[in-house]
């Protein structure tokens, strides 16, 4: 069933090289996000974190103002859990739960997607085969924010501060993730000329987690901050992972070329300032790769930008037969990342609310 999902977007976005003018169709991005939605919606118990959600649900008082009332996790951000209550108030179902966050999810990247993508069908492959499984069925909450964050992208490059920043500030009270939002903003107006630079600095970010700087640097923090942040150095315990080869191999061939054809995108100021975002986030992913499992799921805060920032690089393209080749080994790509599924028990094989009546 995944496989097959994949390979009706790939279909799509193979016959837009032909008929380009469904590449930006907004019927078939509609289409495309309905079907998003409705799968995630109906799956049941699919996702490591689906039994920890559904728990918490079960555990949740309607919303009420009796002073008595209270929250069964602390661990959960309040904008969250009051919107959970309220959920719990209108619908006491978890069918209902999975599939309102499924809902606000998907309805952000469809408005992001619209506005910002240079190729819709392209982008929604990207987004499906790379990152939906994971923060639709997975981390809930952060998924909403990674949402929030592709829609907040018309506010970063129009240099909207004051957007951003509320946006920044009310999506953390669904995931703490939500504060990035921010900071990306404020790393969107660091750019550089040369391609030397951003090589110079991708390889002086590696250096500094093989050496053990980064470590060090990391460990500091995490003790200097303990009492305010006392999580933190559990962190470096419980997270403490290496990237493997072929994690570094990934990320170095996606950014390799968007640093070589920097001279030319970088003429689009839009391209300039979400590479910017995305190449902070690749400096921090090896700076701290000693802190693999955790550096990698911030990390993908600032990788979701892929969605874009690849559709802008095919577009620059003039031929079909380039952009047969490239969208070739982006299949490539995709696919062997989504072959994870097939491997875990809690998404394969996919299980619908249907069976458990």
């Known amino acids: 069933m995944y496989y097959f999902i994949g390979i009706i977007i790939l279909f799509l976005s193979f016959i837009s090289i032909f008929k380009i003018e469904i590449k930006r169709s907004g019927i078939i991005l509609i289409l495309i996000c309905a079907a998003l939605y409705i799968i995630s919606s109906i799956r049941f118990n699919i996702g490591t974190d689906y039994p920890y959600y559904y728990l918490f649900f079960e555990s949740v ?25 309220i959920l719990k108030y209108l619908f006491d179902s978890p069918i209902f739960f999975f599939s309102f966050w499924s809902f606000i999810s998907i309805i952000f990247f469809w408005i992001g997607i619209k506005r910002e993508s240079e190729n819709y069908i392209l982008s929604l492959f ?30 970063i490059i129009n240099r909207q501060t004051y957007k951003v920043l509320i946006i920044s500030l009310l999506s953390s009270l669904i995931h703490s993730s939500g504060l990035f939002i921010f900071l990306a903003y404020i790393v969107s107006f660091i750019s550089f000329k040369s391609r030397i630079s951003y090589i110079i600095l991708l390889i002086a970010s590696i250096g500094i987690w093989k050496s053990g700087l ?5 460990t500091s923090i995490a003790l200097l901050f303990q009492d305010i942040i006392p999580n933190l150095y559990m962190y470096v315990k419980v997270f403490f992972y290496d990237h493997n080869i072929v994690q570094i191999s990934q990320r170095l061939l996606l950014i390799i070329p968007l640093i070589y054809f920097y001279p030319t995108l970088s003429d689009d100021e839009k391209f300039k300032k979400l590479f910017s975002i995305y190449f902070f986030g690749t400096v921090i992913y090896f700076s701290f790769g ?30 079909r037969n380039q952009k047969i080749l ?11 990342i989504m072959s994870w599924l097939l491997y875990k028990d809690a998404y394969y094989p996919f299980k619908s609310i249907f069976s458990i009546f």
């Open 214 to 218: 980064g470590e060090n640097i990391f």
């Open 61 to 85: 008082k309607p919303l009420s103002f009796h002073p008595n009332y209270s929250f069964p996790s602390n661990y959960m951000e309040p904008m969250f859990m009051y919107v959970v209550a």
């Open 326 to 336: 490239v969208q070739f080994c982006i299949t490539i790509w995709c696919f062997t």
């Open 126 to 155: 990207i987004l499906y085969c790379i990152f939906y499984h994971h923060y639709f069925f997975n981390t809930i909450r952060q998924g909403v924010v990674m949402g929030i964050f592709i829609y907040s992208l018309t506010h």
């Open 290 to 319: 000693f802190f693999g499992l955790f550096i990698t799921r911030i990390n993908m805060f600032f990788r979701i930008l892929e969605i874009i920032l690849i559709p802008i690089l095919y577009e620059k393209l003039k031929s």
